[in-house]
């Protein structure tokens, strides 16, 4: 799938809390509505970025795995 992004955070090589610290920064210079892609390669992404994006009102719009690479697509929330 290709989603057209706003942003795009690459937190390739980085271990948890660092890749959903620096989700946390990027989405906040985010406009509402915009879409950030995030790529990563710490499999405790697949637990905390869900759980990020819940506990904040952002939309998980897409995850995939690829060869060991985890992207996620997040649409920050409009308010």
Known sequence: MTLATDAILDASGLNCPE?????????????????????????????????FCMF???????QQVEAGTYLYWIKKKLV
């Open 19 to 51: 890749p959903v610290m620096m989700l946390h920064n990027k989405v906040r210079d985010l406009a509402p509505g915009a879409l950030l892609k995030v790529i990563a390669t710490d499999p405790s992404t697949r637990r905390d970025i869900p759980k």
């Open 56 to 62: 904040l009102g952002h939309e998980l719009v897409e």
